[in-house]
């Protein structure tokens, strides 16, 4: 029983990593196409409207997009690793488990004792994981792709919304943040006009 459940989190595992996995080549294959569409054309498509300035702005496109091709091929490495981690941790302390149950003696209290030789096996061996070198470096380097890779897909946003003329991410939190601080004055003034006119009532 507990192999089927070390099967399914393992499957569950490779189908996240094939879903992230295609999701950035999508990605990186849509902004290509583009590309490759504005390329063909460029006496047409780059004088007109939005796509001339985005044509000017092709070649900081096209590296940003070199640039998140490479660190998906070091993310998907880092994921692969850090699902290979777990899996080979939770065959290991299967394993010991099997080994252990089976010096069990059968009587009323054996499926008690296996419980907590599973608990005990299972947290062990994870703990040790997760307190490694190995690990901590490999998810370090895991989590930091991403967010390379986030900083990149925002920056190639923010190229094809300004080209469009239209505010990038950056800007509309920097709206917000001025509509926060303005309703925050309003309501301080509002709050000082009452008790300015209470004051003059007494």
Not at 117 to 131: A, H, R, S, V
Request: proline share 2%; hydrophobic share 35%; glycine share 2%.
């Amino acid at each position: 029983m507990r192999s089927i459940y070390c099967d399914l989190i393992i499957n569950n595992h490779m189908e996240n990593e094939s879903a992230a996995t295609d999701y950035y080549k999508k990605t990186a294959m849509f902004w290509s196409d583009m590309i490759a569409m504005m390329s063909s054309k460029p006496t047409t498509l780059s004088a007109v409207g939005p796509l001339r300035t985005l044509s000017s702005n092709l070649k900081k496109i096209t590296n940003e997009l070199t640039e998140a091709n490479k660190e998906i091929v070091g993310f998907n490495n880092f994921l692969i690793e850090y699902y290979k981690q777990l899996a080979d941790t939770w065959s290991t302390a299967q394993k010991d488990v099997t080994s252990k149950i089976s010096k069990l003696s059968p009587n009323e209290e054996s499926s008690e004792a296996y419980k907590r030789t599973w608990i005990d096996i299972f947290e062990n061996n994870f703990t040790g994981l997760f307190d490694s070198k190995k690990f901590s470096e490999n998810y370090n380097k895991l989590i930091s792709t991403e967010l390379d890779l986030l900083k990149r897909w925002n920056a190639i946003t923010d190229i094809m919304l300004k080209s469009a003329n239209l505010p990038t991410k950056h800007e509309i939190d920097e709206i917000y943040e001025e509509l926060h601080s303005l309703k925050n004055r309003i309501s301080e003034l509002e709050s000082f006009k009452k008790n300015t006119k209470k004051n003059d009532t007494e």
